[in-house]
């Protein structure tokens, strides 16, 4: 049995389906899916556009084509299929045997190889796209498919981060990842987890995305420069393409609407006016057809009447604006996913790697035509003190000892990067005994009065984690001080039962999941005032 846009002529030769409302949704699947790039997002504007499509309804006797919203599955099965291609293929799927409780049992629906298909013959019979478009199809699904060969090129998918799925590590070959930071507008890094399979593997490299991407925006921009003119003109003919494709398709429904309509007003006039009880069902469904056609009238006036009311676009300003192609994508109400479309059209990949000895990120751009371009970025150097300004551990111990226990005063100097004398990393009894040796006085919890906490019972108080208090000191919202950077923040207790703090605090709590709210429910009403 054939697929939904081709039929058997009288010569049992494949032939495409004479109905033209058939032939036309199939060509607009194919016809969408190069332009949007992705089956979701054709199947998402097939939906917008409420525009139904050809479903077969099969058995073992009977064949009958149906119109049905689209389904996802209806859209993958059409970009998947040999046959649209003008190729006959068989043996696609194969079976697996295994044994269960002792006995063999067969299990279908394993997808082979395509150089293991049983039969294929291109050219078999007329298609509604090339061999070719359809190779480019099947490598544009599989990078569409994340979750698939680690080492394969993906697929743009939105996000900020312009180099989605193009971003190959040089030590390892595989595809670097995209990580974002957890709150909303922090920047992103590019990393390579190497083999994370195993366990203490590690990671590869990393780099920070912003630098990246702006530094391989400023290639691609000097490469399309020569071609920014013929880019206005079809961007600015591409939303008015689509409203006419849509009108077309809503004009072969209705031509199949107005035909049952016209079959269901024949029926009635030959029924017999003495049968009540068939007439009634008759004019039923002629009122229906009628409604039908009425609708899908209204549709195609509304797609009209939108694109009268467009404004006309001024191509003279249009190729101006393409001459200034910079500010074009640097716009605010440019889209990331359509910068990420152009960048895989130009791109086929980048390699990343590190020169530690320049502190630089290694890019090197491979291009569609076949060049490469090497940029070089550089990094920024980690440490929360520069080389010179970074306090000794002497220095910070006389500012700290006495307002922290020593414990606490390991992690501050190992946090500033201090090192001891033979270059090691602090601990408590390390802490103790240069306490001790430099005469600085003890910790005594009874020196602070009350009047102070540190930051981490601050969050426990509030019922957040340390990192959201931190959030909130750094945007001044709860007071706190610090002997020396990197030591322990301190928070005055009367700050927490300032208004501010209390409804900065609930802001944080209202962000979490909701059975995170119930927990901590608790904690926050016993906080003053609440």
């Given amino acids: 049995m054939l697929p939904p846009g081709f039929c058997w002529n009288e010569l049992g030769k494949i032939e495409i389906d004479p ?3 058939v032939a036309g949704v199939i060509r607009l699947v194919f016809t969408k899916f190069r332009e949007l790039g992705s089956a979701r997002q054709v199947f998402l504007w097939l939906r917008a556009a409420d525009i139904k499509m050809p479903v077969v309804l099969r058995n073992v006797q009977i064949y009958k084509l149906s119109w049905k919203a689209p389904a996802y599955h209806s859209v993958m099965q059409i970009l998947h299929n040999p046959l649209y291609a003008g190729a006959y293929a068989f043996g696609r799927i ?3 045997t295994r044994i269960v409780d002792g006995r063999a049992r067969k299990v279908s629906g394993f997808k082979k190889p395509r150089e293991k298909w049983n039969v294929l013959l291109r050219g078999n019979h007329p298609g509604y796209i090339s061999w070719q478009e359809y190779e480019d199809n099947q490598k544009l699904l599989l990078e569409n498919a994340h979750m698939k060969k680690n080492c394969s090129r993906k697929s743009a998918r939105g996000g900020r981060a312009l180099l989605t799925g193009l971003m190959r590590c040089g030590r390892c070959g595989r595809m670097m990842r995209v990580f974002y930071g957890q709150a909303k507008g922090n920047a992103h890094r590019y990393q390579c987890r190497g083999d994370d399979a195993h366990v203490g593997a590690g990671l590869c490299i990393g780099i920070d995305g ?3 991407d702006r530094a391989v925006a400023l290639q691609i921009l ?6 920014a003119v013929e880019a206005a003109i079809l961007a600015s003919d591409q939303i008015e393409r689509s409203r006419q494709e849509i009108i077309a398709a809503v004009e072969r429904e209705l031509e199949v609407a107005s035909y049952e309509a016209s079959l269901a007003a024949r029926r009635y006039e030959l029924v017999d006016p003495a049968k009540r009880h068939v007439a009634r069902e008759l004019e039923a469904r002629w009122n229906g ?4 056609v009425a609708e899908l009238e209204g549709r195609i006036k509304e797609q009209r009447a939108a694109s009268a009311e467009t404004p006309k676009i001024d191509r003279a300003l249009l190729l101006q604006l393409a001459h200034d192609l910079p500010r074009v994508w640097n716009a605010p109400s440019t889209d990331t996913r359509t910068k990420q479309r152009l960048v895989h059209i130009v791109v086929r990949e980048i390699v990343c790697d590190l020169d530690e000895n320049t502190n630089e990120a290694v890019l090197l751009i491979h291009w569609t035509g076949g060049r490469h371009t090497e940029v070089r970025v550089a990094r920024v150097k980690t440490g929360r003190y520069p080389g010179d300004m970074a306090p000794t551990a002497v220095d910070a111990l006389r500012k700290l000892a006495g307002r922290w226990p020593d414990r606490e005063l390991a992690v501050s100097l190992n946090r500033m990067r201090c090192k001891t004398g033979d270059g090691e990393t602090w601990t408590t009894v390390r802490v103790r005994e240069m306490r001790e040796r430099l005469g600085l006085p003890e ?3 009874a020196s602070s009065n009350g009047k102070m906490i540190s930051l ?3 969050a426990a108080h509030f019922g957040i984690c340390v990192g959201s208090a931190k959030s909130l000191v750094l945007k001044g919202i709860l007071p ?6 990197g030591a322990q923040w301190l928070v005055p207790v009367d700050a927490l039962t300032s208004e501010s703090v209390r409804i900065a605090v609930q802001r944080v709590i209202e962000r979490r999941p909701k059975n995170y709210i119930d927990y901590q429910y608790d904690r926050l009403i016993r906080l003053p005032g609440i």
Avoid: N
């Fill in 210 to 212: 912003v630098r990246v």
């Fill in 94 to 96: 194969a079976q697996k």
């Fill in 443 to 445: 910790y005594d919890p």
């Fill in 222 to 227: 000097e490469a399309v420069s020569d071609r």
């Fill in 289 to 292: 057809a009628l409604e039908r």
């Fill in 456 to 458: 981490a019972k601050a």
């Fill in 480 to 485: 706190a001080t610090q002997a020396i950077k």
């Fill in 19 to 21: 109905d033209e409302h």
